[in-house]
Structure formats: structure tokens, C-alpha cells
């Protein structure tokens, strides 16, 4: 399956009017944002827990990195409420599931195979000092990959002219763009050599934001 599979073009999703898909997992479905592959796959999703739901333990042989959108995700390594940053490099492996339910939006193969970096972040907490209407918190970096949370306040313009490609989730608030607006859920993937230049709503917007990586987007191996 390929989804949103040529890094060189602009593309913009508006998640919540996705369909959800079933995963093979009863109670977990997603919204597919884009995807090489199939059940093994370099994917970025929208993905939902039902209450009580849960995945079978595996391992991420590619890796695999998320944020809690909302309500709690749980495996046998804790509680990871809303707001949370986790990555789970490639060899790791765990239990997901959700006794109260949650969403996470996740992304799949998508790290240095030789990475063995593991951590969870409360993203809020990392939040610097605002710079004209930008607060900013650096997540995660390494060679390939910078990964940001920003809170941008309201009617405040934020750009990006970072090279290797510009991703961002719009985690609350909204934001406008190339003509476009951006509400919670919108996801939105820049290709190389395209600045970000977007401008906060009335109510400001939180974003999720990932620059660098796409040259090194590649189907998985298995």
C-alpha cells in the first residue's frame, strides 16, 4: 500500500474528517496519514484505543515514535497521559493498551536503525521562555531528525526554513497556511526546500513539529 507516498509534493490532511480503519487488532483502529507498506509499514497514523483495548506484545523493528493526543496510553513500562512524547527505538518491544481508552498519533519506521535511544517526555514541561509569541520545546535531535513543541500565540506568525522537510500536527488551536487552515488534527508535510510559514488562529495553536527527516523516508525492511 502506498499513501501519500512522494516526499517531493506539499500534503495536507484534515484527520478528524478521515474515515477510521480497522487495524487487526479488535478496538484499535486508525486514520492513515501516510504509508509505504502494509501491516509492516513505514506509516504515520492517527490511531484510537477503545476502552479496554490492547495490542499483543511485539517489537518494533523499526521503531517507533508517539504523542498521546488524549486520554491515557499504558504498557507494562507505565502510564503515558496526554501530552506525552515517547520514543521506542528499533528492538524494543512492549504491551500497548488503553483500559480507559486514548489517541496517539504514532509513526512507524521511520528511525536510524542503529538507534537505541528510548525515552518519554511530558512536552509541556520542556517548554522554553516564549521569542515574539513562540514558546518552543526541543524534543528530540540527532543527525537525520529534529523533533519540536511549540505553543504559538494568537494571531502570531511562526516560520520554519529548515532543509530535509518540514512536518507538523496541529494539536489544538489552528493555524493558516499556503491558503489553507489548519484545525486540531490537521497534519500537514512540507517536502524539502518548502518553508513553513503559517500564522496562529485567534486561540493560538499547539504543534507537533518534525524537520530533516524526509530524505531518509525509505519502504521497511523485513
Not at 175 to 194: A, F, Q, V, Y
Request: charged letters at 25%.
Amino acid at each position: 500500500m502506498e499513501l501519500n507516498a512522494d516526499f517531493s509534493k506539499r500534503v495536507l490532511v484534515h484527520s478528524a474528517q478521515e474515515r477510521w480503519v480497522a487495524s487487526p487488532m479488535a478496538g484499535v483502529d486508525r486514520r492513515m496519514l501516510d504509508r509505504i507498506g502494509d501491516e509492516v509499514a513505514r506509516a504515520t497514523s492517527i490511531v484510537r484505543y477503545a476502552p479496554g483495548s490492547h495490542f499483543s506484545a511485539h517489537t518494533h523493528t523499526g521503531g517507533e515514535e508517539f504523542i498521546v493526543l488524549d486520554g491515557v496510553f499504558q504498557d507494562e513500562h507505565g502510564d503515558y497521559p496526554a501530552g506525552t512524547y515517547v520514543r521506542n527505538p528499533p528492538t524494543s518491544s512492549h504491551t500497548p493498551g488503553a483500559e480507559a481508552g486514548c489517541t496517539i498519533f504514532v509513526k512507524l519506521w521511520q528511525f536510524d536503525l542503529d538507534d537505541r535511544t528510548q525515552f518519554r517526555k511530558d512536552m509541556a514541561a520542556e517548554l522554553g521562555p516564549a521569542r515574539h509569541g513562540v514558546a518552543r520545546a526541543e524534543l528530540h535531535r540527532d543527525p537525520r531528525e529534529v523533533v519540536s513543541y511549540l505553543v504559538v500565540e494568537p494571531d502570531t506568525a511562526m516560520e520554519e526554513t529548515a532543509p530535509g522537510g518540514i512536518e507538523i500536527l496541529v494539536i489544538d488551536g489552528s493555524l493558516s497556511e499556503g491558503g489553507d487552515i489548519l484545525h486540531t488534527g490537521s497534519w500537514l508535510r512540507l517536502p524539502d526546500g518548502m518553508p513553513l510559514h503559517a500564522k496562529a488562529g485567534p486561540d493560538g495553536a499547539k504543534v507537533w513539529m518534525k524537520t530533516g527527516h524526509l530524505g531518509f523516508a525509505a519502504a521497511p525492511t523485513v
